[in-house]
């Protein structure tokens, strides 16, 4: 079975600061996929951004990247220059790549809470 | 892009009642769906994965007499939490899967059971 695991419950910064989200998770898989998703306080869940795990360049979207180490399993998101905007929990996620649908289902890390302070 | 519906999004009811959850894929067709469980302050726990057609497919220590899910349509799936409970006080949330993105998520629903 998929673990992922968020080692960070709580995280503060200043606006415009540069913050980095650490996940780590444990798989036997080869072909997968990692998502980190963001739920503000209207706990809509929302796509940060998506890693496959075939590809070797790390993901990019504009002002949040993520630095994808398959070899460690580890899975840490940045967040650039960041804004008030940005404050929600943070959860990090896996998914099996299968062409089962009912494979696919989200395994995920324990979240951590983000705030930006003006 | 792809949108799901989830409502209600807040109910209140009494215990021993039961209430249904719809999940709806608004411009997609979902052969599967899940549905989630979120205490306060935590993670999104899977409680079930709803295939189209068929039966549930439930995790472990999820009670499927409790939590009746149907997939009647491709693009409707519901939860009915059954004889409802404090302890079923929870917030809900359904995701879809469209060929492009892995889950497209509903805005949940938070239950509360007096």
């Known amino acids: 079975a998929q673990t992922v695991t968020q080692s960070q419950p709580e995280m503060s910064v200043q606006e415009a600061e540069t913050v980095t989200l650490s996940c780590t998770y444990d798989t036997s898989e080869n072909n997968y996929y990692l998502f980190w998703y963001k739920q503000p306080p209207s706990r809509q869940m929302i796509l940060v951004i998506r890693q496959e795990a075939y590809k070797q360049q790390n993901a990019t979207e504009n002002r949040f990247s993520v630095n994808f180490q398959k070899a460690a399993k580890s899975f840490s998101l940045k967040i650039s220059d960041s804004q008030l905007g940005d404050t929600a929990m943070y959860f990090c996620a896996f998914m099996k790549r299968s062409h089962l649908q009912g494979a696919q289902k989200l395994v995920f890390g324990q979240g951590t809470r983000l705030t930006i302070n003006p | 892009g792809a949108v799901v519906s989830q409502h209600p999004s807040r109910v209140i009811c009494k215990s021993g009642t039961s209430v249904k959850i719809e999940c709806r894929s608004l411009d997609f067709q979902a052969t599967t769906m899940f549905w989630y469980r979120q205490f306060p302050k935590k993670s999104l726990m899977l409680m079930a994965t709803s295939n189209e057609g068929s039966k549930a497919t439930y995790e472990q220590g999820v009670e499927k007499d409790k939590f009746l899910i149907n997939h009647a349509s491709l693009t409707l799936s519901t939860l009915t939490v059954t004889s409802a409970h404090p302890e079923d006080s929870s917030f809900y949330i359904c995701?879809?899967?469209?060929?492009?993105?892995?889950?497209?998520f509903g805005d949940g629903t938070r239950l509360s059971i007096l």
């Open positions: 995701s879809a899967r469209d060929t492009v993105q892995p889950q497209h």
